[in-house]
């Protein structure tokens, strides 16, 4: 089998441990080279992964003969750039949410894939999930009735983050809002497929032009009615992820929506005309590393030249909504 060669731009704790076992364990792709700003750790990490090629420059790796497409986990604020640069060494690229620091930079990116005919896919994962799209098969089919709202929640101690930049706003953009609460809206708005009318949001403390926020609250109002909120944060014990869909028929929750290896129970609950609390079913959906199959999936529309599923085009669309609200702080 063809396989898609890949360099991971931004080879830190999170590529270590995440992206570059998810690429080792695709059967259409193959790590070929890593990029980090220490050359001799760049060697190191390199040495220790059999990986065959290190480089401290993002130009030296998209400029390598033997890299079919990238990666880039880098920090937010370094995604445009280095996505431009790929796509004019005619590389690939899978880029990680958020896509961008705002829709400038998103569209940036847009133009210079389209213009140097690479493909271009954005780190939105959750999509990929069977329960997330076992979720929207349910809220599509109509067997819950109309939608009123979609409420989801995506929490984390930060404080135990190896990435310490994601309280500098100048380098991530945003908090929990562009790290964490970009799943909730990506998912709210793949559920629905709808277009967001109207947001409002708060933001605690306001950012800075140094520090971002710690914990956000935002609602949204969809064109045909639905609102959707997203309760996102840093300062929290714990990790926890959960939604849940209100119809006029039906509730639909679930928790640990945004997770990988794990399975993960779909509640349903249905209105009855002789009991008001309804009656209960629950699915228990398998839910694969969704980062190989991400990984995957882009190897696979690089090799059919084929769109991508995730592509520039939706980060964008959720690029204006994380920029209105941090319009709003």
């Known amino acids: 089998m ?21 690429i080792h364990a695709s059967a259409n ?3 070929v080279a890593i990029q980090k700003r220490s050359l001799e750790a760049a060697k190191r990490k390199a040495a220790e992964y059999k990986i065959p090629n290190a480089f401290e420059s993002v130009e030296k790796l998209v400029a390598h003969p033997d890299v079919d497409a990238v990666f880039i986990v880098s920090a937010n604020s370094a995604h445009c750039r280095e996505t431009i640069a790929a796509a004019r060494a005619g590389k690939h690229v899978l880029v990680e949410k958020p896509m961008a620091m705002n829709v400038k930079e998103c569209r940036e990116m847009i133009l210079a894939s389209k ?5 271009l896919m954005v780190g939105h994962m ?13 809220v599509q089919s109509g067997s819950l009735g109309r939608i009123s709202a979609i409420r989801t929640e995506f929490v984390y101690d930060a404080r135990r983050s190896l990435r310490k930049w994601v309280f500098n706003q100048k380098v991530a953009g945003g908090g929990p809002w ?23 949001a708060y933001l605690e403390p306001k950012p800075t032009a140094k520090r971002t926020e710690s914990t956000v609250t935002a609602t949204m109002r969809f064109s045909r009615g639905t609102l959707g909120s997203v309760y996102c ?7 926890r992820s959960f939604i ?20 993960i129970p779909l509640t349903i609950i249905r209105r009855t005309n002789d009991n008001e609390d309804g009656t209960q079913t629950v699915e228990n959906i398998a ?8 990984v995957t999936l882009f190897s696979d529309c690089i090799l059919k030249n084929a769109e991508p599923p995730i592509p520039g085009s939706v980060g964008l669309e959720n690029q204006v909504i994380l920029d209105k609200v941090l319009r709003q702080s």
């Open 2 to 22: 063809k396989k898609i060669r890949y360099g991971i731009i931004g080879f830190g704790n999170f590529a270590e441990k995440t992206i570059a076992p998810a």
């Open 29 to 31: 792709s193959e790590l």
């Open 115 to 119: 213009e140097n005919d690479v493909r």
């Open 126 to 138: 959750v999509r990929l999930s069977p329960a997330v799209r076992r979720m929207k098969e349910i």
């Open 178 to 200: 562009f790290d964490i609460g970009v799943h909730c809206l990506d998912t709210i708005r793949f559920m629905l497929d709808d277009k967001v009318d109207s947001v409002k």
């Open 233 to 239: 944060s840093y300062s929290t014990p714990i990790r």
């Open 244 to 263: 849940e869909v209100v119809g006029t028929e039906g509730i639909l929750s679930t928790p640990n929506f945004t997770r990988s290896s794990l399975t």
């Open 287 to 294: 839910v694969p590393d969704l980062y190989v199959e991400e």
